[in-house]
C-alpha cells in the first residue's frame, strides 16, 4: 500500500521512531543495574493503581496476555509481584505489587528520569501533548484500510470505523459520496 503522507509527517514519524530507540537504550541501561527491562517495569506500573487480572493489565499496558504472562512468571520469581488465584472465579489470577515491587517502581522511575536528557530548551509538557495526540490517532486494529500515522485527509476513501476504535481516534471523518 502507497502511503500519502506529507514529507513533514513522514520526517516526524522518523523523528519520533528515532526519539524512541535512542530513549530505550538509554533506559534499558539504567535498568539494567536494577535487574529490570522496560517490560518489567510497564507490567510494575500498570499495577501502582491496584490489583488486576492479567487480561486487563494486558489492555491496560496495550500488550499480549500470553507476552505478559512471561514477563509476570520472572517478577513473580524475584518477589515483585504476587500471583493469587481470584476468590471468586478461580480461573482468574489477581495480579499484586509486594513492598519490593513498590519500591523498585520507585527506583526504576529514578532510573528512567536519569535517562531522559537534561536540556532545558525542551518543552516537555509540550512534547508530551503532542506525542499523546499521536498516540491517540494510532488505530488499534491494522486494518489494511488504514494508512497508519496519516491524518484523515491524507486517506483517500476513508470512512471512520464502527465500533471500539470509532471513538478512541478523536476525529471524526465527514463522509464522501
Do not use: C
Amino acid at each position: 500500500m502507497t502511503s500519502n503522507l506529507d514529507p513533514d509527517a513522514r520526517s516526524s514519524y522518523r523523528l519520533i521512531t528515532l526519539a524512541a530507540r535512542l530513549i530505550q537504550r538509554r533506559q534499558d541501561d539504567a535498568l539494567a543495574p536494577l535487574g529490570l527491562t522496560r517490560a518489567a517495569v510497564i507490567a510494575l506500573e500498570g499495577l501502582t493503581g491496584g490489583p488486576l487480572n492479567q487480561e486487563q493489565l494486558a489492555d491496560a499496558i496495550r500488550v499480549q496476555s500470553q507476552t505478559l504472562g512471561r514477563v509476570l512468571t520472572r517478577l513473580e520469581g524475584t518477589g515483585l509481584i504476587t500471583r493469587t488465584r481470584h476468590a471468586s472465579d478461580r480461573r482468574q489470577l489477581k495480579v499484586e505489587l509486594t513492598d519490593a515491587g513498590v519500591a523498585a517502581v520507585e527506583a526504576a522511575r529514578q532510573a528512567e528520569v536519569n535517562a531522559y536528557p537534561d536540556d532545558p530548551d525542551i518543552g516537555w509538557k509540550e512534547l508530551r501533548e503532542e506525542l499523546t495526540k499521536f498516540v491517540r490517532a494510532v488505530p488499534l486494529s491494522r486494518d489494511s484500510g488504514v494508512v497508519p500515522f496519516a491524518p484523515p485527509e491524507h486517506r483517500a476513501g476513508h470512512r471512520p470505523q464502527a465500533g471500539r476504535a470509532a471513538g478512541i481516534r478523536g476525529w471524526e471523518q465527514p463522509h464522501q459520496n
